[in-house]
Every structure is written in C-alpha cells, then in structure tokens.
C-alpha cells in the first residue's frame, strides 16, 4: 500500500491528452513539492517535472504538473506512442522522514 | 553530464550481507544529498534511504531500518548501502539518485543510475 495514491493505469489515444493523478495527505503533499517520474522497464527513472510544476531542460512541454491542497496532477497533451511508460509522483513525507512515492500509473497509447 | 553507476549486487542467500557502491560523475557530489530507491519484481518504486551532502544525517525507510546502512565516501564521490540480515522480499533493482537541489537532504531525486539486482534466494 504506498502512501501516495495513483490510479493504476491510464490510457488514450495518440493526440489526446491525459491527465494523471497523485492523492496524498498534509504531511507529504500538502506540505511539500512533488516530483513526476517517467519509468520505462529496465531504463532509469526519468524526472518529468519538479517543484509541483517545473520542467528540466528537455522535457517537452506537452508534460504539466499542477498541485492544489493534498493532491498532484500530471497532464501530458499531444499523447505520442513514445510516452507509453509507467509514471510516478512522489514527495518528501515529513513524517515518515522519507520520500515517498505513488503506486505508479501505466499509461497505453491505443 | 551527470552519471550514476551502481554496482555490486547479485545473488544472495537469506540472512546474509550484500554492499552495493555507486559511483558519481558529472557533479559536484560533495553538494548533494544521494538516495537509494529500490523496484521489486512486478512492483512500483520504493524508497530505501537518503544521506546528506556531508554524511551528517540519513534517513531509511522503515523496512529496512536496522539492517541496511547508507555512506558515502566524498573523496571518492562513491555512495554505499549496507545491507545486513537480506529478506526474500530485498529483492529489487536498487538504483542510486541524486538530490535535485544543493545541500539539502528533504527533496526529491531527479537524476538516476542504471541499477543493480539483488536477489535473495536459496
């Protein structure tokens, strides 16, 4: 049982747009930034966006992260086959002393 | 660029120790915080433990609390986890990551090494 909450999967069609959604409480989210990772099998991990809605230099802008109170979101636009992966949020949890993380959402392009 | 290399994990038999190391480049590694986050067969990403910048203070996820041990060696830019007392349920990709912003030990990895397997079986 992770202490953040994702749906487990996620799909659409190539040009859609998608949004996925990060559940927390006070002491991770609602007090703290969240992180979105892209994981494809046997790749590392892949940071998507930073700070709740920041983008690394690289990452397309079709990727948008938003937080409101004790919940995230990542919305990706323009849906590519290329962005079929599984998908993580997470945030420091001030309780625990750890990062925690999302049970992770696989995305399918149809 | 930044990299992260881990390295010796593999097989292992229930109860005893395995020490995994991962070596940095790209950065200044004395500046930041370094994590290990583990994947289980079949499972989501699970923190294991953070140090910071200068190895003053970690933190573990309860799991393994008492039986692994993060270090780091600044002089070598080499991260480290102990793991005493290994569990079926050790068994995992373990990767190291660095802390996205300087000096401080609260935040989120953003880069990743490759990983390393560790499994624990008879």
């Known amino acids: 049982q992770s202490v953040l909450t994702q749906p487990p999967s996620a799909s659409g069609t190539p040009g859609q747009r998608v949004t996925i959604s990060c559940s927390g409480s006070t002491s991770n989210i609602g007090s703290e930034t969240v992180n979105w990772y892209q994981h494809l099998p046997g790749t590392a991990p892949k940071l998507l966006i930073y700070?709740?809605?920041q983008r690394p230099s690289g990452v397309p802008d079709r990727f948008s992260g938003s937080k409101s109170g004790t919940s995230a979101s990542l919305a990706i636009s323009g849906l590519q086959s290329e962005d079929e992966a599984d998908y993580y949020c997470?945030?420091?949890?001030?309780?625990?002393?750890?990062?925690?993380f999302g049970g992770g959402t696989k995305l399918t392009v149809l | 660029q930044v990299q992260l290399v881990e390295s010796g994990g593999g097989v292992v038999q229930p109860g005893r120790s395995l020490r995994l190391s991962c070596a940095a480049s790209g950065f200044t590694f004395n500046n930041y915080a370094v994590h290990w986050v583990r994947q289980a067969p079949g499972k989501g990403l699970e923190w294991v433990a953070v140090i910071s910048y200068d190895g003053s203070k970690e933190y573990y996820a309860d799991s393994v609390k008492g039986r692994f041990t993060i270090s780091r060696d600044n002089s070598k830019n080499t991260l480290y986890l102990q793991m005493n007392g290994l569990r079926a349920d050790d068994t995992a990709v373990y990767y190291c990551?660095?802390?996205?912003?300087?000096?401080?030990?609260?935040?989120?990895?953003?880069?990743w090494g490759q990983g390393s397997l560790v499994t624990v079986s008879s």
């Open positions: 997470a945030a420091w949890d001030d309780s625990l002393n750890g990062v925690v």
């Open positions: 990551a660095k802390s996205i912003f300087r000096r401080s030990v609260t935040t989120n990895p953003d880069y």
């Open positions: 700070s709740n809605n």
